[in-house]
């Protein structure tokens, strides 16, 4: 019985390891996130340029660019990673995922 527990208690004790340094930076990325928003709610700089062109990409309308946009079109794509999974497992609308306050 000894045994079974220093072993309950190393797995445990792993999987603690494994999930406390992201579930710690997720907490705080929501925490200063929230920070931002509240203090400016309004767009600022760019996002007026970005916001368009990413709710455009998440239409999958990969034909419309505006060209006041320097940034690679790569960082369009790599926020359907998360869309993508959302829209599949849920059944949501891609556009609903995408709208912006």
């Known amino acids: 019985l000894g045994s079974f527990t220093a072993l309950h208690v190393c797995i445990h004790q792993d999987m603690m390891k494994k999930w406390i340094l992201p579930s710690s ?15 400016q709610p ?14 455009h990409f998440c239409d999958h309308n990969f034909s419309q660019w505006d060209p006041m946009i320097t940034t690679l079109p790569g960082l369009y794509f790599t926020s359907l990673l998360w869309v993508e999974p959302v829209h599949w497992l849920l059944g949501m609308n891609r556009s609903s995922l995408c709208i912006v306050p």
Request: aromatic share 14%; net charge negative.
């Open 25 to 39: 930076f997720a907490i705080i990325l929501g925490v200063i996130s929230q920070l931002v928003n509240y203090h």
């Open 42 to 55: 309004l767009p600022y700089m760019d996002e007026v340029f970005h916001v368009p062109q990413s709710q």
